[in-house]
Every structure is written in structure tokens, then in C-alpha cells.
């Protein structure tokens, strides 16, 4: 069965670096699909962050400043992000996934990790 789950710190101070990993099973990243990671604000919508693909092109989201890195390490299977600078506005549950497209196709989500960025 495909599961991924995520993991990383859940409290940072602003400035520092945000490193998250993904940690998949059932399935390589290196086989299909796009790996994603998505972010939640509370009270709004899904915000994708960021994919790389199986075979290591990456895409990311604009509205993110430039801020965001996203990774692989095949040996491992697993995917991983990096949010530099952060601010207390990317206080969010952060979530790994894996979309099929075409477009939006979320097949697999990770539970989630709530990350608090507080001064």
C-alpha cells in the first residue's frame, strides 16, 4: 500500500529555515507522479507549495517569493521541502502528497504536520 507521512519541526522562531520530509512507502518516487508538498493556513484553502516530478523537475510557486526548495533522495524515497526566512504568516499544517494530474489529482496525502513560526 502507498502511505507517506511527514515529519519535521514543529516550532521555529522568524528567520530561521523550515525542513520538512516526506517519507514514502508502497510506491518510488522515481517510478511516476508528481510529489508534492501543500500547505493549510487555518479557516483557508489549500496552497501548493511546490512539486518534483520522478524524474527530479521541480516547480514551484511564485506567490512563495522564492523562498522554497524541493528535493529528492531516491536511496531513501523520500522527498523533502525547504522554506527559508519564515514568518509567522507560514504558520500552517504542512502536507506531502502525490498527484496524478492531469491538474489537481491528490490520490495519497500524508496526515499532515502543523508547523507554528512564533517571535
Known amino acids: 500500500q502507498v502511505q507517506l507521512q511527514e515529519s519535521g519541526p514543529g516550532l521555529l522562531n522568524p528567520s530561521q529555515t523550515l525542513s520538512l520530509t516526506c517519507t514514502v512507502s508502497?510506491?518510488?518516487?522515481?517510478?511516476?507522479?508528481?510529489w508534492t508538498w501543500v500547505r493549510q493556513v487555518p479557516g483557508k484553502g489549500l496552497e501548493v507549495l511546490a512539486h518534483?516530478?520522478?524524474?527530479?523537475?521541480?516547480n514551484y510557486n511564485p506567490a512563495l517569493e522564492g523562498r522554497t526548495s524541493i528535493s529528492r533522495d531516491t536511496s531513501k524515497n523520500q522527498f523533502t521541502l525547504q522554506v527559508s526566512y519564515v514568518s509567522p504568516e507560514d504558520t500552517a499544517v504542512y502536507y506531502c502528497?502525490?498527484?496524478?494530474?492531469?491538474?489537481?489529482?491528490?490520490?495519497?496525502w500524508g496526515q499532515g504536520t502543523q508547523v507554528t513560526v512564533s517571535a
Open positions: 508502497g510506491i518510488s518516487v522515481a517510478t511516476s507522479y508528481y
Open positions: 502528497a502525490r498527484n496524478d494530474g492531469p491538474g489537481p489529482n491528490y490520490a495519497y
Open positions: 518534483i516530478d520522478y524524474i527530479g523537475i521541480t
